[in-house]
Nanobody
Framework: QVQLVESGGGLVQAGGSLRLSCAAS????????MGWFRQAPGKEREFVTA????????YYAESVKGRFTISKDNAKNTVYLQMNTLKPEDTAVYYC????????????????WGQGTQVTVSS
């Protein structure tokens, strides 16, 4: 298992930007595909984005395409989520996830989860 710790959440106005980070430890980070999920109050956790172990494959939920960008720095054992043009409906707890492939993460087949970081977008 790989241990994951998210950071970078906070309060931002609609139209603003935030960058989330997820630091990994415990196993060889470069072997893992990584992803982000989110869970809004009263809703189920949903897939946001995923990236392959070498950054070659990426998937995005339709709701965030063109606004969010996932990236992976294997030298720093960190995955990032750059969120631009934020909307109030992006408000949620954002979770980092690790898995064997971006495709499987997209299907919620995840091996490890972070503890989550709150993102709140005000209108």
């Amino acid at each position: 298992q790989v241990q994951l710790v998210e950071s970078g959440g906070g309060l931002v106005q609609a139209g603003g930007s935030l960058r989330l980070s997820c630091a990994a430890s415990g196993r060889t980070f470069s072997n893992y595909a990584m992803g982000w999920f989110r869970q809004a109050p009263g809703k189920e956790r949903e897939f946001v984005t995923a990236i392959g172990w070498n950054g070659g494959d990426t998937y995005y939920a339709e709701s965030v395409k063109g606004r969010f960008t996932i990236s992976k720095d294997n030298a720093k054992n960190t995955v990032y989520l750059q969120m631009n043009t934020l909307k109030p409906e992006d408000t949620a707890v954002y979770y980092c996830a690790a898995g064997t492939s971006a495709f499987r993460i997209r299907q919620s087949l995840v091996g490890s989860w972070g503890q989550g970081t709150q993102v709140t977008v005000s209108s």
